[in-house]
């Protein structure tokens, strides 16, 4: 989000987000990158859930004239902060950078998709792995809809865990952790509708790739997969992905 924000020529951006892990972690890295591009954050402001209206945080907010808000928040207070700035902060002319929890049916439907006329763009998890039109095929076939966000990769850490355990022969978390790079690069490619030969050339000792659902789960040298991201706008269908598989800068 901040990347995205200091490519587009922003220097000046407020943060609100709301409380917990989820919404202190992005709100952190947020500030962290935006101020190490060059930027200024005027305000980080975390918000108290589920009051009936944010008017008094607009206002403290906009004192300070920020270019951007960026909001790590969740659909329902989102929408209402939203609904607040149309009807009484749009003439700011702030562009809003939104988390991956508002690329959600409820959010939209709590503003009205015909009320996203403002500036505004959000990041989201890219559903764009080697095996993802399997995966979404097959979880179509057994559930009758289609997975949402994380259900690939919820897949994936899961088959990593299961292949390190079965190339490791072992259950301890040290041994698991040592083997996870050795089964997701280099060797022979393996997908999630390869999973009987996957398993059976793994606990043969043959040198396997999984290539995943929701990326293709290579690790880096930290242990994090840098994994791609979509770009999302509210249009008239409600939430439509506008770039796919954006690769992240580090």
Avoid: C
């Amino acid at each position: 989000m901040a990347q995205r924000a200091l490519a587009a020529g922003h220097t000046t951006a407020a943060i609100v987000h709301v409380p917990g892990a989820y919404g202190e972690g992005m709100a952190d890295f947020f500030e962290s990158t935006f101020v190490g591009g060059g930027g200024t954050v005027t305000s980080k402001v975390e918000y108290t859930e589920g009051q009936s209206d944010y008017v008094q945080l607009w206002t403290d907010l906009f004192a300070d004239g920020p270019q951007v808000v960026a909001m790590p928040v969740y659909p329902t207070d989102g929408a209402q902060m939203i609904n607040d700035y149309l009807n009484g902060f749009a003439n700011q002319g702030a562009t809003f950078y939104f988390a991956d929890a508002l690329a959600n049916d409820d959010f939209v439907d709590l503003v009205g998709r015909a009320n996203f006329t403002f500036q505004h763009e959000g990041t989201a998890p890219s559903f764009a792995g080697p095996e993802a039109a399997h995966f979404d095929t097959a979880y179509n076939d057994a559930n009758g809809s289609s997975p949402g966000a994380f259900l690939g990769n919820a897949y994936d850490a899961a088959m990593l865990l299961m292949l390190a355990i079965e190339a490791g022969g072992s259950t301890d978390g040290q041994d698991i952790r040592d083997n996870l790079v050795d089964v997701s690069s280099g060797g022979t490619a393996y997908g999630s509708k390869d999973l009987a030969d996957l398993i059976a050339a793994t606990g043969a000792g043959e040198d396997v790739n999984y290539e995943g659902a929701s990326s293709a789960v290579d690790f880096e040298s930290n242990g994090d997969i840098i994994a791609p991201y979509d770009i999302w706008e509210v249009g008239a269908s409600g939430v439509e992905i506008t770039e796919e598989g954006v690769a992240p800068s580090r």
